[in-house]
């Protein structure tokens, strides 16, 4: 079973810091690995994608990859009372799959 | 640029009523198009997924079917609904047929309610 496991939260943190949120999944022969952020009630939508080891930096966002340990992660700096939502990890695994598998979310809260 | 519509955006159905979500998109062509399903308080089930007009995959047995009569439609249906299908249906698509995953892009979904 290829699983993506996420901490449910809640994750607070206060406004100005560093959010950073994991997520590990369970198979080595995964390409590419999505954040997605969702607001209570609307759909996911696509914020940061990674597909090689290392960091990727888009604004306040950075993901960062670790095939060897299986894990990958998000940081939010300066983080915004508008970056409370639930954000999700997800992985598709092996080449020339085109599906994507979810983990449950980790819902933030930013204290303003 | 590519947009993708779904409707409606809420539903209230009695048990055992039929079900019909629509899901189009627009500026893109041979779209991989996606049904799933988000329980309250769940993750995201896979329901459905299409790589072209009437190919389509189950992931899961359930009490749905799925259709896609042309490229850039993929329709979510149930002859009868039950309690458990209740649940916030998204409609997404892909990129398809380039070994390469580029994400998904979401509908705005649907609330659906079976009372």
């Known amino acids: 079973q290829k699983e993506v496991e996420q901490n449910s939260g809640p994750l607070s943190v206060p406004e100005g810091a560093i959010a950073s949120l994991n997520c590990t999944y369970s198979d080595r022969v995964s390409q590419s690995f999505f954040w997605y952020r969702q607001y209570s009630g609307k759909s996911p939508e696509l914020i940061m994608s990674i597909y090689s080891n290392g960091d990727k930096e888009d604004g306040r966002f950075t993901a960062q990859l670790n095939k060897a340990s299986q894990y990958v992660s998000l940081l939010i700096r300066d983080s915004q009372p508008s970056d409370s939502a639930t954000y999700l990890c997800?992985?598709?695994?092996?080449?020339?799959?085109?599906?994507?598998?979810f983990g449950t979310g980790t819902r933030l809260t930013i204290i303003p | 640029s590519q947009t993708i519509h779904q409707w409606p955006a809420t539903l209230v159905q009695p048990v055992g009523s039929p079900l019909s979500l629509e899901c189009t998109v627009e500026?893109?062509?041979?779209?991989?198009l996606y049904w799933y399903r988000q329980a309250a308080g769940r993750g995201l089930q896979l329901l459905f997924y299409?790589?072209?007009?009437?190919?389509i995959s189950s992931e899961v047995p359930q009490n749905l079917s799925a259709s896609r009569p042309q490229d850039r439609q993929f329709i979510l249906s149930s002859k009868k609904l039950l309690l458990s299908d209740s649940g916030f249906y998204l409609c997404?698509?892909?990129?398809?047929?380039?070994?390469?995953?580029?994400?998904?892009?979401f509908g705005s979904g649907t609330r659906l309610t079976v009372v």
């Open positions: 997404a698509w892909s990129v398809r047929g380039t070994g390469f995953n580029y994400g998904y892009t």
């Open positions: 500026g893109t062509s041979n779209p991989n």
């Open positions: 299409s790589v072209g007009i009437g190919q």
């Open positions: 997800a992985v598709n695994y092996g080449f020339g799959n085109e599906k994507l598998t």
